[in-house]
């Protein structure tokens, strides 16, 4: 497949609380650009749910830097980060990748110490791996039923098939 190294993730997990401080440090990661919505919280999520604040702080308290990008609107993103106060990037465009890059300068981020955490492939991984970070993928928490994200979602799965063959150790179909 043509656009295998922009899609398929290096690692896929359930929910955003799999993602570990010792995962990413195990790794050398220092630094998450995530995005917000269905990655951390549902698009009804006005502020951050209480165990994500649990995860944001044992995050912290490990070392590790997070920032969001987000594609949602600026309205969007600054309610949700008001009671957080974290590096926030709205508009971002993913796949485009200005504002991960704007982000990751900020954050004194390299590519080889950072990653991209989000639910899809064709923004958020396409924008990670376009930038050279690693890439972590998790299934929407909440997915908006609209033609637009059904097609979307239609078109991540020969990318999702690919990593759960890679993951298990099956190339081209076969063990």
């Not at 974290?86 to 508009?91: D, F, M, N, Q, T």
């Not at 039923?145 to 991540?156: A, D, G, V, Y």
Request: net charge positive; glycine share 6%; charged share 30%.
């Amino acid at each position: 497949m043509i656009f295998e190294k922009y899609f398929v993730p290096d690692k896929m997990f359930d929910t955003y609380e799999e993602l570990t401080p010792e995962f990413l440090l195990e790794r050398g990661i220092r630094y998450v650009f995530s995005d917000i919505d269905n990655t951390l919280a549902t698009y009804d999520d006005i502020y951050p749910p209480e165990k994500l604040l649990r995860w944001l702080e044992m995050m912290k308290k490990a070392g590790i830097t997070v920032s969001f990008v987000s594609n949602n609107n600026e309205k969007r993103v600054k309610l949700f980060n008001s009671r957080l106060g974290y590096p926030a990037y709205h508009r971002a465009a993913k796949p485009m990748i200005s504002k991960l890059r704007e982000a990751m300068k900020a954050a004194g981020a390299e590519k080889d110490n950072s990653c991209l955490f989000g639910d899809q492939l064709l923004t958020d991984a396409a924008a990670g791996k376009r930038a050279g970070l690693y890439v972590i993928i998790v299934p929407p928490i909440k997915d908006k039923k609209s033609w637009f994200f059904r097609f979307k979602r239609w078109l991540e799965k020969p990318y999702l098939k690919k990593y759960h063959n890679k993951a298990r150790g099956v190339s081209n179909g076969k063990k």
